[in-house]
């Protein structure tokens, strides 16, 4: 199994930043797509940004700009740098990847962080 660890989420500022970080660990055959998608109370879960293994990216289009998405292949890690961050950003934050453990491919999902925006 592939287990996600996300990190770096926290309270900010409106303008300020914050970078999040989310390793993958346990049983890894390949990993494809890595992303970040996020869910505010009473919406439904939308996607921030994805970045492919060969750090091709797509960024939802209100986060264009504003945020950053990478990736450590490596160390099987994906980042998000968020900056002017505006309280329509306050959600929880979760790290997805498409990847094996080598029994066949599907998306793993991290537990999620926090990021809240103050006005």
């Known amino acids: 199994q592939v287990q996600l660890v996300e990190s770096g989420g926290g309270l900010v500022q409106a303008g300020g930043s914050l970078r999040l970080s989310c390793a993958a660990s346990?049983?890894?055959?390949?990993?494809?797509?890595m992303g970040w998608y996020r869910q505010a109370p009473g919406k439904q879960r939308e996607l921030v940004a994805t970045?492919?293994?060969?750090?091709?990216?797509n960024y939802a289009d209100s986060m264009k700009g504003r945020f950053t998405i990478s990736r450590d292949n490596a160390k099987n890690t994906v980042y998000l740098q968020m900056n002017s961050l505006k309280p329509d950003d306050t959600a929880v934050y979760y790290c997805?990847?498409?990847?094996?453990?080598?029994?066949?491919?599907?998306?793993?999902w991290g537990q999620g962080t926090q990021v809240t925006v103050s006005s």
């Open positions: 997805s990847a498409y990847g094996s453990s080598g029994l066949g491919f599907r998306r793993y």
């Open positions: 970045i492919t293994s060969g750090g091709s990216t």
């Open positions: 346990g049983i890894i055959f390949r990993i494809n797509d």
